[in-house]
């Protein structure tokens, strides 16, 4: 169902419901029943927690929704959190309390951020408009048409707005006004999974990941391209078979990037020229965290598992959460947190893959990747609601 006053064009309208059923397919959703379900979810099953999880805090942002699965994950600066809803319903709680700062309306069908830096809050719509506000309170600076779609979080640094649309561009706004700085852009394969990669500032480098499978780097101050790495080819005899999406955020630490495709592979690249480091075969639309010890990543069929980041040798895997449709994961402290389709929350011990607790965060699905920041995890679900956790000890096992 679409939005009262939103209006696509034909091919827009095409493109976005092939798209999205693609995202049907590959992301385990099913329109059977019971026993017809060929990939049924796994049933949570009864363990033995090692881990003290506490709710600190939970409050509703806007109307959710769920069937478009958008990623409309909380942004933070440390001492604010700013979510935002897709019926154009922003908001900002104070980190550790959650007490509300400011809350304003757009009216716009928000879709991507929010996004949170140099004192100032960025979001994106379906519509195509980019919206900047002040952390402080919530004012509007500007709003700025970009032609397109822009269905993740925007970066923001070097007194630019960084965003990322569905038609392949990537395109830098001045923070100031709003104007045009630079725009690259990439091809675009016919069929695509519905969603994009949210562009990484690396000191004067802009890195983002495109729907043809390449990761590249850009000079954050014209657009010039700095590298341009294609983490693996496309394969296979029909559009679906082929598409090698790099929907997610690629992940920087250190002197290394990593990235992952969808029907592709999980790398590591070098952030100053763009060499491969280490590939190897994973699958994951969803997306990935990282630390200097491991990657950790969510892959298509919801197995979560970790590799190493100087080398891409396999570390664990677990199955417990098979065809659950889970986030990205985030790393907090010594656990690493997913969500999943029923809105449950999953820690797990990021040396070992053991499930250490699990606790709930609403009833509607959780799309976008928790949030950590001063060791808080922050969740914001498909039905708008934004949930702040902390880790408060040990159990004895």
């Known amino acids: 169902m679409m939005q009262s006053g939103l209006r696509l064009s034909p091919q827009i309208l095409t493109r976005s419901i092939v798209a999205l059923a693609a ?35 939970s409050k509703g942002i806007g109307d959710g929704a769920d069937l478009l699965r958008l990623s409309l ?32 309306k757009t009216k716009l069908p928000l879709s991507g951020g929010a996004a949170v830096n140099n004192g100032v809050v960025a979001v994106g719509s ?15 600076i500007w709003r700025k048409d970009v032609a397109s779609e822009v269905l993740a979080a925007p970066a923001i640094g070097n007194g630019l707005v ?28 016919r069929l695509t999974l519905r969603g994009t990669s949210s562009p990484v500032i690396s000191g004067q480098a802009v890195i983002c990941g495109f729907d043809n499978g390449r990761l590249a780097a850009f000079d954050i101050s014209d657009g010039d391209e700095l ?31 990593f990235a992952v ?19 190897v075969d994973v699958s994951s ?30 570390l ?31 820690w797990f011990d990021s040396l070992t893959g053991q499930l250490q607790a699990r606790a709930k965060a609403g009833g509607d699905p959780i799309s976008a990747a928790p949030l950590v920041s001063n060791d808080m995890l922050y969740v914001v679900n498909d039905g708008g609601k934004l949930v702040a956790f902390k880790i408060t000890g040990t159990k004895g096992k």
């Open 23 to 57: 995202v049907l397919l590959v992301s385990g959703c099913s329109f059977f029943k019971g026993d017809d379900d060929p990939n049924p979810p796994a049933e949570l099953e009864r363990f033995k927690a090692t881990l003290k999880v506490k709710k600190a805090w």
């Open 227 to 257: 590298w341009d790495v294609m983490l693996a080819p496309p394969s296979g005899r029909t559009e679906i078979e082929r598409l090698i999406d790099l929907n997610s955020a690629p992940v920087v630490v250190g002197n290394d990037v």
């Open 285 to 314: 639309y969803a997306g990935i965290d990282a630390d200097f010890s491991a990657v950790y990543v969510s892959t298509t069929d919801s197995k979560l598992a970790a590799f190493s980041s100087s080398s891409g040798r396999e």
């Open 316 to 346: 664990w895997n677990s199955d417990v959460l098979l065809n659950r449709q889970i986030s990205a994961p985030a790393k907090q402290a010594k656990s690493v947190v997913v969500g999943d389709f029923e809105g449950y929350l999953h």
């Open 73 to 104: 994950g909380p942004g933070s600066d440390g001492s604010i959190v700013v979510a935002a809803a897709h019926d154009g319903k922003i908001a900002a709680f104070e980190a550790a309390k959650g007490k509300k700062r400011w809350s304003v």
């Open 126 to 140: 379906i519509s195509g408009t980019v919206v900047l506000l002040s952390a402080e309170d919530g004012s509007e």
């Open 261 to 279: 495709s969808y029907q592709g592979r999980l790398a590591g690249v070098a952030v100053g020229g763009g060499q491969s480091l280490w590939s």
């Open 162 to 189: 960084i965003v990322r649309t569905v038609d392949g561009k990537l395109l830098a706004l001045d923070q100031r006004d709003g104007e045009q700085v630079w725009l690259v852009q990439k091809s675009v394969p």
